[in-house]
């Protein structure tokens, strides 16, 4: 069974650099043909694709984020980061981890999700 474990602080103030980290268990993030994927929930939206790193480490962002946000692995670790710089309040959400098939946008595993508050 996969799992994905998100980690990271749930606060962080206006400017700073949020970190986010998903630890998976029971399946390589180096597995053709996965996607390894960040989604975010803001209070009161829709689900938000943020960004993802595929099983070659090829990454990929939402538009609106490009410059501000960051995904990477550590195969050794066998998890992966989100990087989101110069966060505002309009970053507060839900941040998921999940695991993405090639042939199905919909991510087949979720991480429990992790609540991130951008607040002074």
């Known amino acids: 069974q996969v799992q994905l474990q998100e980690s990271g602080p749930g606060l962080v103030k206006p400017s700073q650099t949020l970190s986010l980290t998903c630890a998976v268990s029971?399946?390589?993030?180096?597995?053709?043909?996965?996607?390894w994927t960040w989604i975010r929930q803001p209070p009161g939206k829709e689900l938000e694709w943020v960004a993802s790193?595929?099983?070659?480490?090829?990454?990929y962002y939402r538009p609106s984020l490009t410059g501000r946000a960051s995904i990477s692995r550590d195969t050794s670790k066998n998890q992966f980061t989100l990087q989101l710089t110069g966060v505002t309040p309009e970053d507060t959400a839900v941040y998921y981890c999940?695991?993405?098939?090639?042939?199905?946008?919909?991510?087949?595993?979720w991480g429990q999700g992790t609540q991130v508050t951008v607040s002074s």
């Open positions: 790193i595929s099983y070659g480490g090829n990454t």
């Open positions: 029971g399946a390589s993030i180096t597995a053709s043909y996965f996607y």
């Open positions: 999940t695991r993405v098939d090639a042939v199905d946008p919909t991510p087949s595993f």
